[in-house]
């Protein structure tokens, strides 16, 4: 990988602890650095520190309204970021990390405006993978830490797709491989009650009422303007904008009985099969007379982890249009659904 940004692998016991080292070293100086989560990579920042964090929003051109969420080692130092730790808190943590679910409580002072938007909450999640656990505990504070990308792009799974938004911007990348999640985590909205899923993921809402009760899912009863907060209000979690998770081509999802059936789809939008990669799970046409097909599986969590890395792919080989199989309807699908219905928005809506 070319890359004028410093890429430090961290697979093997020695490279770990320097790429530990590094980025430590790093962050205490108030640089970002991108850095691998279970779910994708994150571009990571001291959460106590103001002007670190502007130093997300700057390089990601993010917008100031589009709160950051923030990634501890337990609860112990979730509790830190806080202003009351409750006992659903407690039962979901106990459940579920580390690993991929974002909680949204009540913030503690001790983390700055600009992490929240300005909002008086804060999603904390403990993550589960071992590089940015290892960061963390020898920094010995928390990482507000968005999705590695610009902002509204597609996320990174590997090292080389934040080189591809990132390269010469931030001083440092960790290498740890690709991400085993694949997909942003679940954030739920401990402030409601009922508690009510703001970004559907891998951890799905019945698993959720499983430990919790009765949780409502927001993007099922929610207008598009808001997700049910307050006009004016700044959203309690990222991931709520219409368009996200976008590749650079245009990004249709279709369902459709066989392959000719397919065809007359893409003939009818207009676009050019020869232009167009097709991303299937069930019923893959042949590859003749399209830009590329690709197979990803059809279990949710495997195609979770594939997802993203193909469309990255189709970018890098000038496909001109991607079109996406439908996934199938149930919980644990949500989260998959809600990234494909983000990324096909249309630019501006």
Known sequence: MRCRTEVLAAHSGGSFATAVSRAVAAL???DVVALPTETVYGLAANACDERAVARIFSVKGRPANNPIIVHVTGTEMARQCVS???DPAQRLAEAFWPGPLTIVLPKAPTIPDIVTAGGPTVGVRCPRHPLIQAVML???FPLAAPSANRSTALSPTRAEHVCKSFDGLI????DGGPTPVGIESTVLDLTR???RVLRPGIVHHEALSAVLGPVEWAIQTASQTGEGRPRGAPPRSPGQLA???APQAPLVVLAW???ADLRSQIEQMQWTAGATHVIAHTTPP???GFHGVSVIPRQPEACARALYAELHRCDEQGAAGIVVEAVPEGAPWDGIADRLRRASARPGF
Do not use: K
Request: aromatic share 8%; charged share 20%.
């Open 243 to 245: 368009r996200h998770y």
């Open 28 to 30: 205490r100086a108030g």
């Open 193 to 195: 009650s009922p508690p």
């Open 138 to 140: 020898e920094c010995g």
């Open 84 to 86: 009351a730790w409750t």
């Open 171 to 174: 001083p440092l990348i960790l």
């Open 257 to 259: 009985n066989d392959e």
């Open 286 to 288: 042949g590859s003749a």
